[in-house]
């Protein structure tokens, strides 16, 4: 079964409006509560192509309780650690037009050592059963990102493929535990390689450093401009695909759902790859974070091309 591990649930509240000019009302024309927080949206996502999945993770409160029956509804096995504060609540304000978002996120849960030993045992309990770890997203107050490199050696122990998919310090540090593949998006990986991913080439140098360094293979989400995945022996370039843009939030961890669901069936990463873009793709195309038609990627699916890079 896929296993995904998010420390620091949390909802996303969208509000879809005409613009967003400072200084004025801005009234919604259409609200939508949906999942976010990296590893759980790509259980939802899984969930709703009727692929099951164990999501494991702290939450806490109203919003967390919403969180684990929204996940259960798609048939995902929910495993949340209560902890405290509450899980949080992110807003994304998404422009009618497509035009864009803005995304304003917050950090509510409150993690004790307890907690954090409470979650790493569930973790280690849910491998025998494990054909890969989905990880990442930001960690609740009381956690550091050393928690990332118990969490990946836990699980490579075992011999289970981990996907990590995380920023700043808890991409820098999770990647020092070597897991199989990581996730980032632009933006994150400029923080990391120092200068700007604005190319495929630079996607392209940046992931072979990763891969130099810690041995661990990437597929680097470009959005408009599509992605790059560098592997052990080979790389691709993947066009992006046109779609009807309403929103991108959630395309990036439909990626880590497609990745895992080819693991799942051990099948290649390529097949992964296929199957992530033609997720995200899906995405792009509703409102709602993580949420997507599967006729969308039905119709996807086929257009997704892997040119051999460079």
Excluded: W
Excluded at 110 to 126: F, N, Q, V
């Amino acid at each position: 079964m896929i296993v995904t591990l998010t420390a620091n649930t949390s909802l996303d509240l969208t509000l879809v409006v005409d613009d967003l000019s400072p200084h004025r009302t801005v009234r919604a024309n259409q609200t939508i509560l949906s999942m976010a927080g990296k590893p759980t949206d790509a259980s939802f996502i899984l969930g709703t192509l009727g692929i099951p999945s164990r999501a494991i993770g702290m939450a806490s409160g109203a919003f967390g309780q919403r969180a684990a029956e929204m996940l259960a509804a798609k048939g995902v096995t929910v495993d949340f650690v209560e902890v405290g504060g509450d899980t949080r609540i992110n807003v994304v304000m998404v422009r009618a037009d497509g035009a864009g978002d803005t995304t304003i996120t917050t950090n509510t849960l409150i993690a004790e050592e307890k907690h954090i030993s409470e979650l790493l045992h569930r973790l280690t309990a849910a491998l025998h059963e494990a054909t890969c770890v989905v990880m990442g997203g930001t960690l609740p107050n009381g956690m550091s990102p050393t928690f990332y490199s118990q969490a990946i050696g836990i699980a490579r122990s075992a011999n289970v493929p981990v996907i990590l998919d995380a920023s700043g310090e808890n991409l820098q540090v999770g990647l020092c535990s070597n897991p199989d593949y990581a996730k980032p998006n632009r933006d994150e990986l400029s923080d990391l390689a120092g200068y700007s991913i604005d190319s495929p080439q630079a996607a392209f140098s940046a992931a072979s450093e990763i891969l130099a360094t810690y041995g661990t293979q990437s597929i680097v989400t470009l959005g408009g401009d599509g992605a790059v995945a560098v592997l052990k022996d080979r790389a691709y370039f993947i066009p992006p695909l046109q779609v009807n843009l309403i929103s991108p939030a959630g395309a990036g961890d439909a990626v880590l759902a497609g990745l895992a669901a080819a693991i799942e069936k051990q099948q290649p990463i390529e097949t992964g790859i296929r199957l992530g873009m033609a997720y995200a793709a899906a995405v792009c195309q509703q409102a709602g974070t993580a949420v997507l038609d599967p006729l969308d990627v039905e119709r996807f699916l086929p257009q997704v091309q892997l040119v051999p890079y460079p």
